[in-house]
């Protein structure tokens, strides 16, 4: 598979023995501190995969930012820690001048544990603000549409396809200008070859 530019992996050999020390299924990782710079500090959200927690860039004056944190069950197989650092390699190869998919800014591994940090997105997902505005008027839902198309054609110009893209993944931020799309959550991405990119553009 065509990867194409690669951040250098950080993965090596671990097990749940050598970390005797920090068992993550017996303790909470609030207030675990990675590499020395990034301190978990609420989870925010958890799937079957990772989770996603509210961390502190202690080296930028508490910064926040949005750290993904591989399962440590997960970390045992090579497979899934391979499909977990790929979604920071793609997240890298995307040059989205508008700002509409979530920057990732780092990733490495300590405690035993994979991670990479993104940007911090203050907003809500669009599945939550249709559950309060049931729906968005001709002019919101041109605007919004606009900036998703922008950040979805700045990922299609790497030749990467989203394959999870959904309400839940989308996420709005309020700014001065109005309503901000923001796209998260490639975790299922992929290269498209460019031969299945010629096929598409041109059916």
């Known amino acids: 598979m065509d990867h194409g530019q ?19 299924q017996l303790h909470s990782l609030a207030d675990l501190v990675l590499q020395g710079r990034y301190r978990l500090v609420r989870r925010l959200g958890r ?4 989770e996603v927690w509210l961390g502190e ?14 399962r440590l069950e997960r970390s045992e197989r090579a497979v899934d820690v391979e ?21 990732v800014t780092d990733f490495g591994q300590d405690h035993g544990l994979h991670f990479f940090v993104m940007e911090h ?3 809500v997902t669009l599945r939550d603000k249709l559950r309060r ?5 001709v002019e919101e839902t041109i605007h919004l549409g606009i900036q ?5 054609s700045a990922a299609h110009a790497q030749r990467i396809a989203h394959r999870d893209l959904k309400p839940e ?12 799309v923001k796209i998260v959550d490639l975790g299922i991405a992929r290269i498209v070859s460019k031969h299945e990119q010629r096929a598409q553009q041109s059916a």
């Open 57 to 70: 860039d202690l080296t930028l004056s508490c910064k926040s930012v949005a750290i993904k944190v591989l």
């Open 169 to 180: 993944n989308i996420m709005l931020v309020q700014r001065r200008g109005g309503l901000h």
């Open 133 to 137: 505005v049931q729906r968005f008027s």
């Open 47 to 50: 799937g079957g995969f990772a």
């Open 121 to 123: 997105i203050e907003g």
């Open 6 to 24: 690669h951040i250098p992996s950080t993965t090596r050999s671990t097990s749940i023995q050598d970390h005797t020390t920090f068992n993550c």
């Open 148 to 152: 998703l198309c922008d950040g979805l």
């Open 83 to 103: 499909r977990f650092e790929f979604e920071p390699q793609l997240l890298s190869r995307i040059r989205d001048i508008g700002g509409h998919v979530v920057d």
